[in-house]
């Protein structure tokens, strides 16, 4: 008990120093929206990921924005960061008198990016001068740019319980990760199922630790994710790889269903 009341001392004290401290604090208000501003703004929905082939000759990225009171001529001076801002050229977001959208491109040269690591951007709008700090359209794009060396081992024959029927799909191997992948399954934009294997000699397949894949499919409660179980492997003799995968909702449970199965032509 004697502890016990020394802490609650303790904490007392400490509270009282806090308010205190905060007490001497002058207050600072933040930065205002400007009356005079451009209120320029990104179309919603352009932050994404980009993924090119080795072999592209040039890297380019149009994206949109906007503005509601489109009076005056404006050139915007845009902010442009990221881990390789030198590999990239932005071409002016500039908008004439009356005009109320405007593109610039992105253009980035593929020479300079390293094979399979992935590059992030954000390019933003100034504010306040040219875009509202408490608005509630989007001021700055965020996007990813990955240059791949995947290349295509073999096709085949994905069956799955999330499918009415086998679909085919195409195997694909990087020689730098030296890793393999199934892309676009269940749909575009669904994560590529990536693996380890030693090839068609050898019945071992490896996931990541961790390795879950968003299949981007969604019930209506949530995306449905397929997580690697215990005993994924490959038939040597009828060159047929079977992947043990639990499809699931974060947070609410799923199903294991027959393990899916992908047949190789």
């Given at each position: 008990?004697?502890?016990?009341?020394?802490?609650?001392?303790?904490?007392?004290?400490?509270?009282?120093?806090?308010?205190?401290?905060?007490?001497?604090?002058?207050?600072?208000?933040?930065?205002?929206?400007?009356?005079?501003?451009?209120?320029?703004?990104?179309?919603?929905?352009?932050?994404?990921?980009?993924?090119?082939?080795?072999?592209?000759?040039?890297?380019?990225?149009?994206?949109?924005?906007?503005?509601?009171?489109?009076?005056r001529e404006v050139v915007v001076p845009l902010n442009v960061t990221g881990n390789n801002t030198t590999s990239m050229e932005v071409s002016p977001l500039a908008f004439a008198a009356g005009q109320s959208s405007?593109?610039?491109?992105?253009?980035?040269?593929?020479?300079?990016?390293?094979?399979?690591?992935?590059?992030?951007?954000?390019?933003?709008?100034?504010?306040?001068?040219?875009?509202?700090?408490?608005?509630?359209?989007?001021?700055?794009?965020?996007?990813?740019?990955?240059?791949?060396?995947?290349?295509?081992?073999?096709?085949?024959?994905?069956?799955?319980?999330?499918?009415?029927?086998?679909?085919?799909?195409?195997?694909?191997?990087?020689?730098?990760?030296?890793?393999?992948?199934?892309?676009?399954?269940?749909?575009?934009?669904?994560?590529?199922?990536?693996?380890?294997?030693?090839?068609?000699?050898?019945?071992?397949?490896?996931?990541?630790?961790?390795?879950?894949?968003?299949?981007?499919?969604?019930?209506?409660?949530?995306?449905?994710?397929?997580?690697?179980?215990?005993?994924?492997?490959?038939?040597?003799?009828?060159?047929?790889?079977?992947?043990?995968?639990?499809?699931?909702?974060?947070?609410?449970?799923?199903?294991?269903?027959?393990?899916?199965?992908?047949?190789?032509?």
């Amino acid at each position: 008990m004697k502890i016990t009341k020394y802490l609650s001392f303790v904490s007392a004290s400490a509270l009282l120093l806090t308010a205190v401290a905060c007490g001497n604090d002058e207050y600072q208000p933040g930065q205002s929206d400007s009356a005079d501003s451009y209120n320029i703004y990104f179309t919603a929905g352009q932050s994404g990921d980009y993924a090119y082939q080795i072999g592209t000759k040039s890297i380019e990225i149009e994206f949109t924005a906007q503005r509601d009171d489109a009076t005056r001529e404006v050139v915007v001076p845009l902010n442009v960061t990221g881990n390789n801002t030198t590999s990239m050229e932005v071409s002016p977001l500039a908008f004439a008198a009356g005009q109320s959208s405007a593109t610039f491109t992105v253009t980035i040269d593929p020479d300079m990016l390293e094979i399979q690591k992935e590059y992030e951007y954000q390019i933003s709008i100034p504010a306040p001068e040219y875009a509202l700090i408490y608005g509630m359209n989007e001021t700055s794009v965020t996007f990813t740019v990955i240059r791949e060396d995947y290349q295509r081992y073999a096709t085949g024959s994905y069956t799955c319980d999330m499918f009415t029927r086998p679909v085919s799909a195409t195997l694909e191997y990087s020689p730098t990760l030296k890793t393999y992948r199934i892309a676009k399954l269940w749909d575009n934009s669904a994560d590529p199922i990536v693996f380890e294997w030693a090839g068609e000699e050898s019945e071992v397949v490896t996931f990541a630790s961790g390795a879950s894949f968003a299949t981007g499919v969604d019930f209506g409660e949530g995306l449905i994710y397929a997580t690697p179980e215990d005993g994924s492997n490959f038939n040597t003799e009828t060159r047929t790889f079977t992947f043990d995968l639990y499809y699931n909702i974060p947070g609410l449970g799923g199903y294991l269903f027959d393990p899916d199965t992908f047949q190789l032509n």
